[in-house]
């Protein structure tokens, strides 16, 4: 282990998947159990049970900063 610490998953985070190997954001935390994503584009939804494979690739306000800079 490199001492790296992975931050936990949250609402509007971009994220991989690792147990379905997609790119999602995360929409909805249910009960702090379940992890509801949808994919960056189109219609679609699914979930997960398992937040520590949910890798944060960009966190919420990371997303918000770019999205208002342009």
């Given amino acids: 282990m490199t001492g790296e610490q992975r931050r936990c998953a949250w609402v ?3 994220v991989h998947d ?3 190997d997609r790119r999602g ?4 935390v249910c009960g702090g ?3 509801v ?3 960056e584009r ?3 939804r699914w979930t997960s ?3 520590h494979r949910l890798r944060v690739i960009k966190a919420r306000e ?6 208002n800079a342009c």
């Fill in 25 to 28: 954001i995360v929409t909805d």
């Fill in 33 to 35: 159990t379940t992890w």
């Fill in 37 to 39: 994503l949808r994919p």
């Fill in 42 to 44: 189109g219609p679609d």
């Fill in 18 to 20: 690792e147990d379905t």
């Fill in 49 to 51: 049970r398992q937040p």
């Fill in 12 to 14: 509007g985070d971009l």
């Fill in 62 to 67: 990371e997303r918000l900063r770019e999205r």
